[in-house]
Nanobody
Framework: QVQLVESGGGSVQAGGSLRLSCAASGYTYSRYYMGWFRQAPGKERERVAVIYSDGTTTYTNSVKGRFTISKDNAKNTLYLQMNSLKPEDTAMYYC????????????????WGQGTQVTVSS
């Protein structure tokens, strides 16, 4: 059974940093595409960053230069390092995984974590 468990969220002031983690189990981790999504109250879920099996990464424009997605295949863990946080980064953050890069990209991945809240105050 595939499980994704996020951690690392919290409350920080603008300009601060957080590192989110997503521990994965139940599947061949290295063969899945993985990503981070977020959803703020009253807004649609947004793709934040994706990492492909070859290590290629992509980011939504609003986080480029501030966020870094990475993964440790030995630990079956996905990370999102978030620096220079802004109030508009406040949201519930979810990790997702799927063997299809297309499904992950469009937000219909088969596997999702429960989410971790990030709150940035001005």
């Amino acid at each position: 059974q595939v499980q994704l468990v996020e951690s690392g969220g919290g409350s920080v002031q603008a300009g601060g940093s957080l590192r989110l983690s997503c521990a994965a189990s139940g599947y061949t981790y290295s063969r899945y595409y993985m990503g981070w999504f977020r959803q703020a109250p009253g807004k649609e879920r947004e793709r934040v960053a994706v990492i492909y099996s070859d290590g290629t990464t992509t980011y939504t424009n609003s986080v480029k230069g501030r966020f870094t997605i990475s993964k440790d295949n030995a630990k079956n863990t996905l990370y999102l390092q978030m620096n220079s946080l802004k109030p508009e980064d406040t949201a519930m953050y979810y990790c997702a995984a799927d063997p299809s890069s297309v499904k992950l990209w469009i937000g219909t991945a088969n596997y999702w974590g429960q989410g971790t809240q990030v709150t940035v105050s001005s």
